[in-house]
């Protein structure tokens, strides 16, 4: 069993397999038409906040964990002496089942539409509808994703995911860089750059700051043990501190630059008239509605070229995601149940698929799975246990920093971080951390949860009990 736990090779391994993990669907389809619908600017401002000053110390905290124990997630705390603890790991690998499982799905839709768009069928965007209502071509395009996932994932840790990062990465950066900055060159692309990037502070409500977090978490791959797993195979001669700053970084910038690629077309589109986009244009459609339209002004073979390389991009970066999120289960069962590693990801895939069938019917294939789940203000599967594991993760990171301060306590966090970082604990950082990991980060995660739980799924306007409060 010991035999099968894999390792990266270097630093740059797991920083650009980690970075693989954060940067995906979250960043280029999710953090935009989560900005359309919570203001722009104001919600973009709070995200960075967050991923800054709150997440950034949950993510060093995960990936001490791991290393220290060299586990998954549920092993993890067993490994450390607290085995009442281990439901925080169980939990984690259960969210990264439900978020596969609808993830996927969405990661097929990405691929299928690169073989749209090469082919030049830019009207797949009028029929969205028609599109993800077919089950034969959602379900084929879902078992291709997820088979690619296995594969890669069956072939180990430094075999296949940071193999895969370590070339799917630049590739992306590249790729969104040239679009970008075509895109900021169209007509009007300042009226959709000011709506990106000028926060009006009214726009800041109770909703946003719960919709920024939620995304900040999301996009970090932060709460479910990601990272735990993935710190499990980091040396213990690499830097955790500067390593988590960097996939951080990557994965703001990401996310950022996938904004000034998106608003600059939807302004365009328009014709400079932003006043619509919270109302008809943000949702999970924007990138798959909108963005095709764009591609057909280009032309047919610039726009096939165009539109197919975004569509690849997008499915690039969301296989380093689904890797990561495979990647949990499938630790859970080799190192818990003894498994091998390639019978343990058909296991976990084929789980992961079937939980997901009612998440391809969610969208007009089947009208029950499609517009009667009206819990939560969502009106179809995938939407609610999309909505489910966003709070999961919240609650999932809160239990985390809550453990490592308060049980394992902050000494041994800080021994285990001092690996690979001479002098750690006399670092500006190390009060930082010890301080937010302590109070900050458990009192805002709590609150914040307790608020989205309530407005999501029971529909209390906490904003307006707060303003009769003061
Ligand atoms: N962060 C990824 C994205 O932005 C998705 C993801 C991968 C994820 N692993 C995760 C989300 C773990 C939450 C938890 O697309």
Redesign the pocket.
Known sequence: MVAERGKFTNKLGFILAAAG???????IW?FPFEVGLGGGAAFVVMYLVFCFLLCFPVMVTEIAIGRKTRKNPVGAFTSLGFKNWRFIGVFGVL??VL?LSF?NVIAGWAFGFFFEMVTGNFSVSKHFGDFTSDLVKVGTYAVIFMSATGFFVGRGVSGGIEKLSKILMPTLIIMIVIIAAYTLTLPNAFEGIKFYLIPDLNEITINTIGGALRQA????????G?LITYGSYLSKNDNVISSAAYITLA?VSIAFVAGLMIFPLVAFINQGDMSTVASDQAGPGLIFITMPRAFETLGPNLGAFVGGTFFLLLSF??LT??V??LEVPTAYIVDEWGVSRKKAVLIASIIIFLVGLPSMLANGASDFFSNQFKIAGSSDFLSLVSKI?DSM?LLGGMCIVIFAAHIWKKEQLNEELSNGYEGFKKKLVSKYLNFTISYVSPIILGILFVIVVLSEFFGVNVYNYLSILF
């Open positions: 993990s954060a940067v995906g669907l979250g960043n999710k969210a990264g978020i993830y978490f999301f996009s970090l791959s932060l709460g479910m990601t994965d970066a969301a995601s689904t990561s999120l594991t993760l």
